[in-house]
């Protein structure tokens, strides 16, 4: 979808927005557009219940006087709550009305009132990412598709005061919606597409960007002595990988990175301890931590990010065979520790042990943060409104909670205690890899933080956040692609030069 900026005008366009604020008060534009159509606009939101509230839609079809198709008429609500979240979602909500309607282009006038938080550019912006945000759809496999449900949307023009300023303001938010989309294709591709193999394939791709890619194969890992990681994988006729991607954006060559790992278990079955058939289909979103870690990468280099930035991503493939990992099996991670797997669909947390010893072992980052889609207690606990968070750092959670508000990611703070590391010590190991009924999230926390070695350290458990049922105003249904606004902003705020 092609995305401009222009001043305003006269729509020629198939469908046109305006907005009104809270009470009804019509924007500029939008009075422009009940003088052109004799006061259609006004007639037209005093029917029903519409009061100018956040996302309040009324659609007007043919209008007089005007050669287009419909004008939608949206609610921006109170002038001095405008957000940029809020924009974006106003923006989600006009793609979603519009993007199967069977008109091709759109124009969006925007106006700024007096008391807005944002400037007319940053408004402008930010609408224009939340429809592009909305615009994604995955339907490469439909070979057959009625025209109603086919997304008709090519073009969006965003008439506004501040063209040039909002242009130069949407380049960098269009350069993480190239890593958010890329999450998203990652996450929702079946397992018989995205495997650990063409997975590290794909993410080669990005030297495009200018980031450098390593791939690690059985036998490079074999002499580093993951025996954590690959245990998961040897089940599997896919080979495991870890993938390397650096990101060297700042002036200081030599600075430390930010380092960021995510599980990459492309599908799991959840190996011998075999998941239930209802629902496994899903399983292919499991590496939805370390699509978060290559689509924030792919932001990170596409808006020229000045920061030195690692991504290592865990890539196995967990089955049962009859060369798969037993249960009562211990196998020895790459940190010497040794593990008992009590259950082999706690697989996440084995790959991430050694990706995270490696990761600390070799780059020495100033921070590591980690994301998973790990436990289903973690939607127990949540739900799908927050992802959890547990560290050994109260700045950098503190970092990640406001890069969340910014960007609508939000994260919740759990608790990480010694008292919960009696739950997962072993009889005849130096671990195990569950903890038992209770505190399920925790304890998986609290077996990573062993591998961690007093680095500043995060766990991010996506579990309810990677793939929703529902959409929402900046997502269709399916996956989110959530991670990786949230590592971006993290980034921007905290470590850019």
């Not at 309607?101 to 008391?115: F, L, P, Q, R, Y």
């Not at 130069?168 to 495997?195: I, Q, S, W």
């Not at 060559?253 to 960021?260: I, L, M, R, Y």
């Not at 750092?393 to 508000?405: I, S, T």
């Amino acid at each position: 979808m092609n995305i401009k900026f222009c001043k305003k005008a006269l729509p020629t366009a198939d469908a046109h927005v305006v907005f009104t604020y809270a009470d009804r008060k019509l924007t500029e534009s939008a009075k422009k557009i009940d003088k052109e159509t004799d006061g259609l606009v006004k007639r037209a939101i005093k029917v029903g219940h519409f009061e100018g509230k956040l996302g309040q839609i009324v659609e007007l079809v043919a209008p007089v006087n005007l050669d287009i198709n419909r004008i939608l008429v949206v609610g921006l609500g109170p002038e001095a709550e405008l957000d940029a979240v809020k924009a974006e979602k106003v923006g989600g909500k006009i793609m979603a009305k519009l993007i199967s309607s069977g008109d091709e282009d759109i124009s969006i006038a925007v106006d700024s009132a007096k008391a807005a938080i944002l400037s007319d550019a940053e408004l402008a912006a930010h609408i224009a990412c939340g429809a592009r945000l909305r615009r994604y759809r995955f339907d490469k496999y439909f070979t057959k598709q009625p025209e109603s449900k086919k997304p008709s949307v090519i073009a969006v023009s965003v008439m506004t005061s501040a063209a040039t300023a909002a242009d130069k303001l949407f380049d960098d938010l269009d350069r993480v919606a190239d890593g958010v989309e890329f999450a998203r294709d990652l996450v929702t591709e079946p397992g018989n597409v995205v495997y650990p193999e063409s997975y590290a394939e794909k993410i080669k791709e990005l030297s495009e960007l200018g980031i450098d890619v390593e791939v690690l194969c059985e036998e490079e890992m074999e002499e580093l002595g993951m025996g954590a990681l690959l245990g998961v994988g040897q089940g599997s006729a896919c080979e495991s990988h870890l993938v390397i991607m650096h990101w060297n954006g700042s002036d200081k060559e030599d600075e430390a990175p930010v380092a960021f790992i995510g599980k990459g278990v492309t599908f799991d079955t959840g190996g011998i301890s075999l998941k239930p058939g209802a629902g496994m289909e899903d399983m292919k979103f499991d590496m939805g931590g370390s699509a978060a870690v290559v689509g924030a990468m792919t932001a990170l280099a596409g808006r020229n990010a000045k920061v030195n930035a690692i991504g290592v991503v865990g890539l196995v493939e967990n089955m049962p065979s009859s060369t798969a990992q037993r249960p009562g099996d211990v196998v020895v991670s790459m940190s010497g520790q040794t593990i008992e797997v009590i259950n082999t669909d706690a697989e996440g947390r084995l790959v991430l042990a050694d990706a995270l010893w490696y990761t600390q072992d070799r780059f020495k980052p100033k921070c590591m943060i980690d994301l998973a889609t790990l436990t289903g207690a973690m939607m127990v606990a949540l739900g799908q409104e927050y992802a959890g968070i547990f560290s050994n750092n109260d700045e950098l959670c503190d970092h990640l909670v406001k890069a969340g508000q910014t960007v609508d990611e939000p994260v919740w703070r759990m608790p990480l205690n010694k008292a919960y590391d009696k739950l997962v010590d072993s009889k005849i190991a130096d671990m195990r890899n569950i903890g038992g009924k209770y505190a399920g999230s925790i304890t998986a926390a609290q077996f990573l933080q062993r591998f961690v070695n007093d680095v500043p350290w995060v766990h991010i458990d996506i579990a309810g956040m990677a793939w929703k049922t529902e959409a929402s105003d900046v997502a269709d249904s399916g996956a989110t692609g959530y991670g990786v606004r949230l590592l971006d902003r993290f980034v921007h705020d905290n470590y850019e030069d």
